[in-house]
Protein backbone atom coordinates (compact mmCIF):
# COMPACT_ATOMS: atom_id res chain seq x y z
CA UNK A 1 0.00 0.00 0.00
CA UNK A 2 1.29 3.41 -1.32
CA UNK A 3 0.79 5.93 1.33
CA UNK A 4 2.47 9.28 3.53
CA UNK A 5 2.34 9.30 7.67
CA UNK A 6 2.44 12.70 8.33
CA UNK A 7 3.51 12.95 12.36
CA UNK A 8 4.76 15.45 15.00
CA UNK A 9 1.77 17.43 15.19
CA UNK A 10 0.42 19.43 18.27
CA UNK A 11 -0.10 22.28 20.66
CA UNK A 12 2.69 24.64 21.40
CA UNK A 13 3.28 28.01 22.16
CA UNK A 14 3.84 31.29 20.33
CA UNK A 15 7.74 31.16 19.90
CA UNK A 16 7.94 27.37 20.35
CA UNK A 17 9.09 24.70 17.46
CA UNK A 18 8.07 21.41 16.13
CA UNK A 19 9.45 19.00 13.93
CA UNK A 20 6.69 17.27 11.42
CA UNK A 21 7.63 13.86 9.38
CA UNK A 22 6.30 12.38 6.51
CA UNK A 23 7.23 8.66 6.12
CA UNK A 24 6.62 6.86 3.14
CA UNK A 25 5.45 3.14 2.57
CA UNK A 26 5.27 1.35 -0.03
CA UNK A 27 7.47 3.24 -2.50
CA UNK A 28 10.84 4.99 -2.67
CA UNK A 29 10.58 8.59 -1.63
CA UNK A 30 14.03 9.09 -3.27
CA UNK A 31 12.60 9.60 -6.63
CA UNK A 32 9.68 12.12 -5.96
CA UNK A 33 9.91 15.44 -4.61
CA UNK A 34 8.51 16.30 -1.47
CA UNK A 35 6.10 19.25 -0.25
CA UNK A 36 4.47 20.42 2.52
CA UNK A 37 1.08 22.47 2.92
CA UNK A 38 -1.44 23.60 5.23
CA UNK A 39 -5.12 24.27 5.15
CA UNK A 40 -6.87 26.13 7.69
CA UNK A 41 -10.26 26.13 8.19
CA UNK A 42 -12.49 28.14 6.24
CA UNK A 43 -9.05 28.27 4.33
CA UNK A 44 -7.33 27.14 0.64
CA UNK A 45 -4.51 24.77 1.17
CA UNK A 46 -1.82 26.09 0.49
CA UNK A 47 2.28 25.47 -0.37
CA UNK A 48 4.51 25.70 2.84
CA UNK A 49 7.73 24.15 1.64
CA UNK A 50 9.32 21.99 -1.14
CA UNK A 51 12.32 19.88 -1.52
CA UNK A 52 13.90 18.72 -4.57
CA UNK A 53 14.54 14.46 -4.79
CA UNK A 54 17.89 15.38 -3.77
CA UNK A 55 17.60 17.84 -1.17
CA UNK A 56 19.55 20.05 -3.59
CA UNK A 57 16.98 22.75 -4.08
CA UNK A 58 13.94 24.14 -1.61
CA UNK A 59 11.61 26.42 -2.05
CA UNK A 60 9.35 28.26 0.81
CA UNK A 61 6.98 30.51 1.26
CA UNK A 62 7.41 34.50 2.32
CA UNK A 63 5.49 33.83 5.56
CA UNK A 64 7.43 31.31 6.47
CA UNK A 65 11.24 31.69 5.53
CA UNK A 66 13.48 32.03 7.85
CA UNK A 67 11.30 30.05 10.57
CA UNK A 68 10.01 26.95 8.43
CA UNK A 69 13.53 24.83 7.15
CA UNK A 70 12.49 21.98 4.81
CA UNK A 71 14.45 18.49 4.59
CA UNK A 72 15.00 14.55 3.79
CA UNK A 73 16.55 11.84 4.71
CA UNK A 74 16.46 9.13 1.58
CA UNK A 75 17.95 7.03 3.56
CA UNK A 76 14.67 6.90 6.17
CA UNK A 77 12.38 7.63 3.58
CA UNK A 78 11.52 10.05 5.15
CA UNK A 79 10.73 14.43 4.93
CA UNK A 80 10.98 16.63 7.76
CA UNK A 81 9.81 20.44 8.31
CA UNK A 82 11.64 21.51 10.84
CA UNK A 83 8.84 24.66 12.47
CA UNK A 84 10.82 27.73 14.52
CA UNK A 85 9.70 30.66 16.12
CA UNK A 86 5.62 29.38 15.83
CA UNK A 87 2.70 32.24 15.37
CA UNK A 88 -0.72 31.97 16.22
CA UNK A 89 -1.20 32.16 12.31
CA UNK A 90 1.04 29.35 11.51
CA UNK A 91 -1.88 26.75 13.06
CA UNK A 92 -3.53 24.39 10.39
CA UNK A 93 -3.63 21.07 9.87
CA UNK A 94 -0.36 20.31 7.80
CA UNK A 95 0.14 17.27 5.17
CA UNK A 96 2.89 16.29 3.37
CA UNK A 97 2.56 15.52 -0.46
CA UNK A 98 5.00 13.75 -3.20
CA UNK A 99 5.21 14.20 -6.54
CA UNK A 100 7.91 12.63 -9.47
CA UNK A 101 7.77 16.13 -10.90
CA UNK A 102 9.28 19.02 -8.45
CA UNK A 103 7.99 21.51 -10.54
CA UNK A 104 4.52 20.89 -9.29
CA UNK A 105 5.29 21.91 -5.67
CA UNK A 106 7.86 24.47 -6.79
CA UNK A 107 6.62 26.65 -9.16
CA UNK A 108 3.45 25.12 -10.13
CA UNK A 109 0.68 28.09 -8.69
CA UNK A 110 -2.53 26.42 -9.28
CA UNK A 111 -4.29 23.97 -7.23
CA UNK A 112 -2.36 21.59 -5.36
CA UNK A 113 -1.85 18.53 -7.91
CA UNK A 114 0.92 16.19 -5.71
CA UNK A 115 0.29 12.77 -6.80
CA UNK A 116 0.28 11.04 -2.97
CA UNK A 117 -0.66 12.56 0.33
CA UNK A 118 -0.81 12.26 3.95
CA UNK A 119 -3.65 12.29 5.87
CA UNK A 120 -2.46 15.63 7.70
CA UNK A 121 -1.16 16.79 11.35
CA UNK A 122 -2.58 19.27 13.60
CA UNK A 123 -0.70 22.10 14.57
CA UNK A 124 -1.96 24.40 16.70
CA UNK A 125 0.15 27.62 18.04
CA UNK A 126 -1.54 29.53 21.19
CA UNK A 127 -0.76 30.34 24.80
Known amino acids: QLQLVESGGGLVQPGGSLTLSCEASGFNLANYAIGWFRQAPGKLRERVSC????????RSADTVKGRFTVSRDNAKNTGYLQMDSLKPEDTATYFCAADPVYYYCSDYTGPPLMRFWGQGTQVTVSS
Open 51 to 58: IDKSGGDT
